[in-house]
């Protein structure tokens, strides 16, 4: 019987904290404006887009990890760099190859917020590839090659070499002299 009422405790505590945030937040909702409200959704929403990119960045290479900024500018992010000694640094500072993982990352975490359960089959990629150096075009593209071998069809395009070499299905695109361009599928 005590076992009971000690089980029974912890769920009447338990519901009572649920119950005290729920009215938290519909006192947030029909505030006058609804301000504090959306802010709050918004931070929820980025939190989530976060651990996804995150995730997703582990994957990639476990250097960087996007963080939200510790500041009154409402979502900005910063970017933590495990090999600088987790130094926490502006998008704006990023290079280009940097700034291409870290976007990779973030529309891959994105496009799996947006599918809410539901599967997104297809993601394309427009270059970038170009300001990757060996190691990370690499991992990036054994990235986007596993991805497919999770059921992804993702398109990629680029000009660099060393993205051509690795995939095996392309559509080549040559301009003609009579200013028409020729597709030509390759396997």
Known sequence: LQE????????????????????????LLYSSDGHAFRRKVQIRLAEKL???????LEKINGRYYVRQAN???????????TFQQNTRRLPKTLSGGESFVISLALALGLS???SNGQSIESLFLDEGFGNLDADTLYTVVS?????????KKVGIIS?????????????????KPNGLSELK???
Do not use: C, M, P
């Open 4 to 27: 009971k009422f000690a089980t029974l405790s912890a769920l009447k505590i338990q519901y009572q904290a649920e119950f005290l945030q729920s009215r938290q937040d519909l006192e």
């Open 185 to 187: 599928a390759i396997a």
């Open 71 to 81: 500041s009154e500018q409402g979502l900005a992010l910063e970017i933590e760099d």
């Open 159 to 175: 000009h660099v070499e060393g993205v051509r070499k690795r995939i095996k299905t392309q559509i080549e695109l040559t301009k």
């Open 50 to 56: 976060l651990t996804q990119t995150n995730n997703i």
């Open 112 to 114: 799996e917020l947006a």
């Open 143 to 151: 990235t986007l090659e596993n991805l497919h071998y999770e059921g």
